[in-house]
């Protein structure tokens, strides 16, 4: 399981590794195959049949972020104090306490 933060870090790291910064807009990425596959992706539940989409070529490094983030798989961590030991990691919704 990742961080919202250790997410963040890999697609910068991944926007400058593959130098996706857009020359023609500020603050704006190109999406190339992978990355427009990692935000654009439909699940095959979801897929229809003849399903054909037209995906943009730049995205706005906010919007762009913020898609990748809800394609991930919620999960949490149960924390012991004193210590910060985890004692249960989960996917989903936490549990109530």
């Not at 961080?3 to 890999?10: L, Q, V, Y």
């Not at 596959?37 to 706005?60: F, G, M």
């Amino acid at each position: 399981f990742l961080t919202k933060k250790e997410c963040n870090a890999i697609i910068e790291n991944y926007i400058d590794r593959e130098e996706l910064k857009d020359p023609k807009g500020k603050g704006k990425v190109l999406v190339n195959g992978p990355l427009c596959d990692a935000i654009n992706r439909v699940s095959k539940k979801n897929k229809t049949q003849d399903q054909q989409q037209e995906y943009p070529t730049s995205v706005k490094r906010k919007d762009l972020i913020e898609k990748f983030f809800n394609k991930m798989e919620k999960g949490h961590a149960l924390v012991e104090m004193p210590g910060s030991r985890i004692v249960k990691i989960g996917r989903g919704e936490p549990p109530s306490v």
